[in-house]
């Protein structure tokens, strides 16, 4: 079965970049969307970027579009979201995910059939 660990967070100032990395083992990452989610305290879990495991395509939420990037290196079975340009708003708990859905619905329904455990990160001066 497919897990999944999220490593990367920590606490950064505003403007700053810090970079996740999801690690998948007991199965490959091939053919699954990967996406990373957030959760903020107070508010429900959303879509952050989701990277298909066909084509390479990606979808991005608004609000991070032109500072975060996700990418894949299947060869390491493991998928990154570099965040630049950190606002204090990016304060949640990241999670990665994996589906056989769309990049797209993916990420607007919210949806992985494995998750991750999460890792904190937190933008603060």
């Known amino acids: 079965q497919l897990q999944l660990v999220e490593s990367g967070g920590g606490l950064v100032q505003p403007g700053g970049s810090l970079r996740l990395s999801c690690a998948a083992s007991?199965?490959?990452?091939?053919?699954?969307?990967i996406g990373w989610f957030r959760q903020a305290s107070g508010k429900e879990r959303e879509g952050v970027s989701c990277?298909?495991?066909?084509?390479?395509?990606?979808y991005s939420a608004a609000s991070v579009k032109g500072r975060f990037t996700i990418s894949r290196d299947n060869a390491k079975n493991t998928v990154y979201l570099q965040m630049n340009s950190l606002k204090p708003e990016d304060t949640a708990v990241y999670y990665c995910?994996?589906?056989?859905?769309?990049?797209?619905?993916?990420?607007?329904?919210?949806?992985?059939?494995?998750w991750g455990q999460g890792t904190q990160v937190t933008v603060s001066s």
């Open positions: 995910a994996a589906s056989d859905l769309t990049v797209q619905t993916m990420c607007l329904m919210d949806y992985g059939d494995y």
């Open positions: 990277i298909s495991g066909s084509d390479g395509s990606t």
């Open positions: 007991g199965s490959t990452l091939d053919g699954y969307s």
